[in-house]
C-alpha cells in the first residue's frame, strides 16, 4: 500500500531542486547542450523568451511530481539505506523512463546517442534523489 504518512517533504524539496540544477547544467552550454542541439537542430539559446519561460515551469513542475512519487515509493517499499536507495532510482529509471523513452527517440527518427544523452539525466536524477530520499528520513 502506498503510504504518505512518514513522507519528509524537506527531503522532497531538496530532491526538487537537484532535478532542476542538473537539467539546468545538463542542458546548458557548459553541459550537453551541443551533443543536444546537433541532435535535435534545437539552439535552446534561441527559443522565444515567453515559450523558454513556460517550458521551464513545466520541467520545475513535473520535476515536483517526479520527486514526489519517488519519495513515495522509497517510503512505501521502507528503503532506508543509500545503496537500496540507489538501485530503486536505478531500477525506476531503467523499466520506466529508459524503457518508455526507446520508442519515443525511435519513433521521432533520434540515435541511441540522443536516447542516452536524454535518459542518462534521469539516471543521474533518479539515482541521487533516491539515495537521499532513502537516507533522509
Do not use: C, E
Not at 44 to 65: E, G, M, N, Y
Not at 88 to 110: D, E, H, M, P
Amino acid at each position: 500500500m502506498l503510504d504518505f504518512s512518514g513522507i519528509n517533504f524537506w527531503a522532497v524539496v531538496v530532491a526538487w531542486i537537484i532535478n532542476i540544477a542538473v537539467g539546468a547544467f545538463w542542458y546548458s552550454p557548459a553541459g550537453f547542450a551541443k551533443p543536444w542541439q546537433k541532435h535535435t537542430g534545437i539552439d535552446l539559446l534561441k527559443i522565444p523568451q515567453k515559450k523558454a519561460t513556460k517550458i521551464i515551469i513545466s520541467v520545475a513542475i513535473s520535476a515536483i511530481f517526479q520527486a514526489l512519487t519517488l519519495a513515495v515509493i522509497i517510503h512505501s517499499l521502507n528503503v532506508t539505506t543509500a545503496t537500496n536507495g540507489f538501485l530503486v532510482g536505478f531500477i525506476l529509471w531503467l523499466g520506466l523512463t529508459a524503457a518508455t523513452t526507446v520508442g519515443v527517440t525511435l519513433y521521432s527518427n533520434r540515435s541511441w546517442k540522443f536516447l542516452w544523452l536524454n535518459s542518462s539525466y534521469f539516471l543521474v536524477v533518479m539515482a541521487v534523489n533516491s539515495v537521499i530520499l532513502a537516507i533522509w528520513r
